[in-house]
């Protein structure tokens, strides 16, 4: 995962090989409570590997969500 700030813009990239149901919008609202100062940056990969979505920010809306490429491997 990356985050980077465009002007306005908050972009969260989210690289992996499979994704559960939701599971980008849960990330994106993890991400979002830390930038509201609701969780601490360092908490987040043990949140992320915890798997535990109760421990993880709300389901972000899909507003604004995009799914840029899909690659597979040859």
Known sequence: S???REGDLIYIDVRGDGFLYHMVRMIAGTFIRVGKGKIPPEEVAE???SGDSLRSGPTAPARGLCL???SYKK
């Open 47 to 49: 949140i992320l590997a």
């Open 68 to 70: 840029e490429e899909v």
């Open 2 to 4: 990356r985050v980077s």
